[in-house]
């Protein structure tokens, strides 16, 4: 069939098929910004009165794919027959919105003696669907039929109202949209300003270059792969890691490279600069310190376990960075040395993978997946304390000097965290009542407000010194990636789904 995006044809029938999955760990499933714009392209050279069946893992409902409203209108521009889609398990006939669909087996066997599949029949008005068991001698009866016609949008299919958050927001925010732009890939980081200009990454490998005024497009540089890290500014450039294995670094003002270098495998970690040097997570265990004007390795360190997709931190000569199989590695900046290593949780399923590290002084705090903030001494690796209290996972924010640190649960809580204090101590504890939570999205901070991403596209702007929660406001369906504040009086929004939401913030 191909990559994730396939087209082809049988006796008349074309097949399409695109991609789902919760592309950022803990995320909600999605359909691709990248995949959704090929599919709107292909439709528009298929005749409308062409057959089509379309292809993809999770259900089109909006339970299954955050965005399976935006498929399921363009599929009902054409004639299209039926859906194909799993994900569940099970052998189901059902219907998107009037669209007949079929929602098949896993090949795993479970407690069965041999897996099995679904061949479908499209014979004499119907298609006819069965399972076969290679251990079995015959194909099963039919458990699902699914009639076949020319498909009309008006009379086959129910029309409900589309997601549209503007009366909601009305009552719930007080921040207003300056401009907004829809990027033609998902957006899996957040956006950093500089002067007049933003600058963002996105999943087709490209750091983009926008105005700050209006969010026209000022230039473009594109990578060999996708792109899940952060842009970094320092001193007129920006740094980036792409998955084609190099980090980058591009002149701000003209996007020209000014060098790269070139790893063996894709990177995921969002780059760190300090003191002209950049530190960077790589893949098969390595992590990189380079330097910042030239590009030259200064030392590399290996070992480590898992992917790094964090950024690092580093404070008093250590820099320490999590990885995917539950380790936390620190490094001494000067030389690569390892100093320590702390493995946190059982699994990579609950690794400290996602968390951007902080540090205050001769401290470093990670938020790990298995629900444990830690406090270690930065030079000995001690655990000076750790603490499930605020029932979170990863998702952490810290104030610039590093003096308190802002946690969100995994239900509707919000924590402010002393980061000075010899032991755990709440500065104040918050009810904001966003329900269950799992977006890895860290919070982050102005001079006045915390703000809180969520993973069903909501930001919530808090009070800093007491949690109270001055406004939220819904951008979409999709993870918010990052919500970048600007001083005082501006916020710029992420979202998976490729938006980009320059806001005001009320004073």
Same mark, same amino acid.
């Given at each position: ?42 439709? &528009?050279?298929?005749?409308?009165d ?6 993809? $893992? @999770?259900?089109?409902?909006?339970? +299954? *794919?955050? =965005? ?56 004499k ?12 001698d ?28 503007t009366?909601?927001?009305? &009552? ?11 990027? $033609? @890939?998902?957006?899996?980081?957040? +956006? *950093?300003? =500089? ?13 983009r ?32 890691s ?6 980058y ?142 029932n ?66 909501k ?22 990636t ?26």
């Open positions: 069939m191909g990559g994730s995006q396939f087209k082809y044809s049988i006796n008349g029938v074309v097949f399409l098929g695109i991609s789902s999955g919760p592309f950022m760990r803990m995320g909600p499933c999605q359909a691709p910004r990248e995949d959704i714009e090929w599919l709107q392209k292909t439709l &528009k050279d298929i005749p409308e062409t057959p089509i069946v379309f292809v993809i $893992h @999770s259900p089109l409902t909006l339970d +299954a *794919i955050a =965005n399976a409203d935006q498929i399921i209108d363009l599929l009902k521009t054409h004639n299209i027959q039926f859906v194909i889609s799993g994900h569940y398990h099970v052998n189901k006939v059902t219907d998107y919105e009037g669209i007949p669909a079929a929602i098949c087996r896993s090949s795993l066997r479970r407690k069965d003696p041999c897996g099995g599949y679904t061949i479908a029949t499209m014979e008005g119907k298609m006819t669907l069965r399972e076969r068991r290679p251990c079995e015959t194909i099963r009866a039919p458990w699902g039929e699914v009639a076949l016609k020319d498909y009309n949008s008006a009379t086959d299919t129910i029309h409900p109202a589309r997601q549209d958050y009366a909601d927001n009305a &009552k719930t925010s007080k921040a207003s949209v300056l401009w907004h732009i829809q990027d $033609h @890939s998902d957006i899996a980081s957040g +956006a *950093i300003q =500089n002067g007049k200009t933003v600058f963002f990454t996105n999943t087709v490998g490209e750091l270059a926008v105005s700050a005024v209006d969010g026209h497009a000022l230039w473009t540089f594109s990578t060999g792969d996708k792109i899940f890290s952060e842009p970094t500014y320092s001193k007129g450039k920006v740094y980036i792409s998955a084609d294995g190099s980090i670094c591009i002149d701000s003002k003209k996007g020209s490279k000014i060098w790269q270098f070139k790893t063996d495998y894709p990177i995921l970690s969002t780059p760190l600069v300090v003191n002209d040097v950049v530190y960077v997570g790589g893949g098969k265990g390595r992590f990189y310190a380079l330097d910042a004007k030239k590009g030259s390795l200064i030392w590399a360190h290996s070992g480590i376990k898992g992917y790094m997709e964090s950024r690092p931190v580093v404070t008093e000569g250590v820099v320490a960075i999590g990885s995917w199989a539950s380790e936390f590695n620190a490094m001494d900046t000067k030389t690569g040395k390892n100093l320590w290593k702390h493995a946190p949780g059982l699994s990579r399923y609950f690794s400290p993978g996602a968390c951007w590290t902080t540090g205050y002084k001769d401290r470093i705090y990670v938020h790990s997946s298995d629900k444990k903030l830690y406090c270690y001494n930065a030079h000995s690796g001690q655990i000076i304390w750790e603490s499930k209290e605020p979170g996972r990863e998702s952490l924010g810290v104030e610039p000097d590093g003096s308190i640190l802002y946690v969100k649960s995994t239900k509707d809580y919000v924590i402010a965290i002393d980061a000075t204090s010899p032991e755990y101590k709440e500065l104040w504890r918050a009810n904001v009542g966003f329900g269950a939570e799992f977006g890895p999205t860290r919070i982050t901070v102005n001079g006045k407000y915390a703000f809180v991403s969520t993973g069903n596209g930001v919530y702007c808090l009070d800093k010194k007491t949690g109270s929660t001055m406004w939220m406001h819904r951008f979409s369906s999709s993870l918010i990052s919500a970048y504040p600007v001083g005082e009086k501006a916020l710029i929004v992420t979202t998976m789904g490729g938006g980009v939401f320059y806001m005001q913030i009320p004073q």
